[in-house]
């Protein structure tokens, strides 16, 4: 166990060492702000304050953590080493930066809270971000800046036990579109052919046809394969659903569907479902207490996992609807454009609301790419892709981090534009 003193126990405080070391580190932490209680301490133990107490380990605190609600801050990035890093602590510190406050500051996504310019569709852009604009957004920096951290401590306690966590992977899909031309209702197919023959998209039309006569298997049924592969190399899986109603933004097969409801529930028998709530409902509670109850009626158990269509995430509004209809778990923590850790991180961390300044129940897990991402906002051909794909896996694998993955479920079906990507999925997951 490792102690801490501090002038004073914060929620901020708490959250964030118990993320950096009980989550990352797995070294138990625990407060204090008696000094003789520190005094008399024989484990591992750090001062966290504005100066030392003697000569223990100490780190310089930034303000942050001792702060309340949300105002500008002065941020400055230069390397530790040869990682980037903010807050400095000055020469008394153990470590130069306040990386408790650096990592606060990421993580809690303070910067989302402060004005800023949103996309066309109304979400946090990654050019907007500190990690974008400085160059560190493919590094899990808070992770990064823990393993040094332990490199220290380790150095300065050396007879502590201390126990390494496992690298973890997990695939995950979205389901935006089950089909690419079956179960779609009359008006919508007849609507595709004609389109097809307008465009003079003639293989396109022949395509269809045949799948439509159940003489070729539709391109977007990958399910087997995914969850052979899932299988095949024990990869965590986890598929999110579109049930929402047909819109300009959410095309999905209709819930209503029989075909597509055995779809759903069959992939609920071997591995997690979560829902992907649709576009419109970033800010409508309302309707995504709809479509959360639609998707349990189908696989008849509650929905505890979910990501926003789109990426669509308001924070803290999204997140607070989340949690009070019982979602346990948000996929959502990435960006469309780039690919990259959004909150500086690779660890699963609880979402720590800056406007109630609490630590909620909501477990988020961070993604480190999208196949989108990579393909049409970064314009990667396929060697380029799988390059940046293993970079960041690697990236993560060096601090024992959980890689997280989001693919579509047409990202396998080997046909334009993914041709290919089936063996960047399999070079990825292996």
Same mark, same amino acid.
């Not at 949690?323 to 469309?336: C, F, K, Q, R, T």
């Given at each position: 166990?490792?102690?801490?003193?501090?002038?004073?126990?914060?929620?901020?405080?708490?959250?964030?060492?118990?993320?950096?070391?009980?989550?990352?580190?797995?070294?138990?932490?625990?407060?204090?702000?008696?000094?003789?209680?520190?005094?008399?301490?024989?484990?591992?133990?750090?001062?966290?304050?504005?100066?030392?107490?003697?000569?223990?380990?100490?780190?310089?605190?930034?303000?942050?953590?001792?702060?309340?609600?949300?105002?500008?801050?002065?941020?400055?990035?230069?390397?530790?080493?040869?990682?980037?890093?903010?807050?400095?602590?000055?020469?008394?510190?153990?470590?130069?930066?306040?990386?408790?406050?650096?990592?606060?500051?990421?993580?809690?996504?303070?910067?989302?809270?402060?004005?800023?310019?949103?996309?066309?569709?109304?979400?946090?852009?990654?050019?907007?971000?500190?990690?974008?604009?400085?160059?560190?957004?493919?590094?899990?920096?808070?992770?990064?800046?823990?393993?040094?951290?332990?490199?220290?401590?380790?150095?300065?306690?050396?007879?502590?036990?201390?126990?390494?966590?496992?690298?973890?992977?997990?695939?995950?899909?979205?389901?935006?579109?089950?089909?690419?031309?079956?179960?779609?209702?009359?008006?919508?197919?007849?609507?595709?052919?004609?389109?097809?023959?307008?465009?003079?998209?003639?293989?396109?039309?022949?395509?269809?046809?045949?799948?439509?006569?159940?003489?070729?298997?539709?391109?977007?049924?990958?399910?087997?394969?995914?969850?052979?592969?899932?299988?095949?190399?024990?990869?965590?899986?986890?598929?999110?659903?579109?049930?929402?109603?047909?819109?300009?933004?959410?095309?999905?097969?209709?819930?209503?569907?029989?075909?597509?409801?055995?779809? %759903?529930?069959? &992939?609920?028998?071997? *591995? =997690?479902?979560?829902?992907?709530?649709?576009?419109?409902?970033?800010? $409508? !509670?309302? +309707?995504?207490?709809?479509?959360?109850?639609?998707?349990?009626?189908?696989?008849?158990?509650?929905?505890?996992?979910?990501?926003?269509?789109?990426?669509?995430?308001?924070?803290?509004?999204?997140?607070?609807?989340?949690?009070?209809?019982?979602?346990?778990?948000?996929?959502?923590?990435?960006?469309?454009?780039?690919?990259?850790?959004?909150?500086?991180?690779?660890?699963?961390?609880?979402?720590?609301?800056?406007?109630?300044?609490?630590?909620?129940?909501?477990?988020?897990?961070?993604?480190?790419?999208?196949?989108?991402?990579?393909?049409?906002?970064?314009?990667?051909?396929?060697?380029?892709?799988?390059?940046? %794909?293993?970079? &960041?896996?690697?990236? *993560? =694998?060096?601090?024992?981090?959980?890689?997280?993955?989001?693919?579509? $479920? !047409?990202? +396998?079906?080997?046909?334009?534009?993914?041709?290919?990507?089936?063996?960047?999925?399999?070079?990825?997951?292996?």
């Amino acid at each position: 166990m490792l102690l801490v003193y501090t002038s004073q126990i914060t929620p901020r405080v708490k959250y964030i060492f118990k993320h950096f070391f009980d989550s990352i580190l797995r070294i138990p932490v625990t407060f204090t702000t008696e000094v003789s209680v520190f005094v008399a301490h024989n484990g591992p133990k750090m001062t966290y304050a504005r100066a030392p107490l003697g000569t223990e380990f100490f780190i310089r605190s930034h303000e942050l953590l001792f702060s309340q609600g949300v105002n500008d801050v002065d941020i400055s990035i230069t390397p530790w080493e040869e990682v980037p890093c903010f807050f400095p602590a000055g020469e008394q510190s153990s470590i130069p930066f306040d990386v408790f406050a650096a990592s606060f500051y990421l993580i809690s996504r303070y910067e989302e809270y402060l004005p800023h310019v949103k996309d066309t569709h109304g979400r946090f852009p990654a050019q907007e971000s500190l990690a974008y604009k400085h160059d560190f957004l493919e590094l899990p920096v808070i992770d990064l800046w823990a393993y040094k951290f332990l490199d220290l401590l380790r150095k300065k306690f050396p007879d502590y036990p201390y126990e390494q966590r496992s690298f973890r992977m997990i695939a995950t899909f979205d389901i935006d579109q089950a089909y690419a031309y079956k179960y779609k209702g009359v008006v919508r197919t007849i609507g595709g052919f004609i389109s097809d023959l307008f465009r003079l998209q003639l293989l396109n039309f022949w395509h269809r046809l045949r799948t439509l006569l159940n003489m070729k298997q539709d391109p977007f049924d990958t399910y087997a394969y995914i969850l052979k592969q899932a299988q095949k190399h024990r990869i965590d899986t986890l598929f999110f659903v579109l049930v929402a109603d047909y819109t300009t933004f959410d095309k999905n097969i209709s819930s209503a569907n029989s075909r597509f409801r055995s779809l %759903i529930k069959s &992939l609920a028998d071997y *591995v =997690k479902v979560g829902l992907h709530p649709s576009y419109f409902t970033m800010k $409508n !509670e309302e +309707l995504l207490k709809k479509e959360k109850g639609r998707l349990e009626q189908i696989i008849n158990t509650p929905v505890l996992s979910s990501r926003q269509h789109f990426l669509r995430l308001a924070i803290p509004e999204t997140y607070q609807y989340l949690l009070e209809l019982g979602i346990e778990e948000d996929h959502s923590m990435g960006y469309v454009d780039r690919v990259g850790f959004r909150a500086g991180t690779c660890t699963p961390f609880h979402f720590y609301n800056l406007d109630y300044e609490i630590q909620t129940p909501l477990k988020v897990y961070p993604f480190a790419l999208m196949d989108v991402s990579l393909k049409h906002f970064m314009a990667l051909n396929n060697q380029q892709a799988l390059k940046k %794909i293993l970079a &960041l896996k690697a990236a *993560v =694998k060096a601090v024992n981090g959980t890689f997280i993955s989001l693919f579509h $479920n !047409e990202t +396998l079906s080997e046909t334009a534009p993914w041709i290919g990507w089936r063996k960047i999925y399999q070079k990825m997951i292996a």
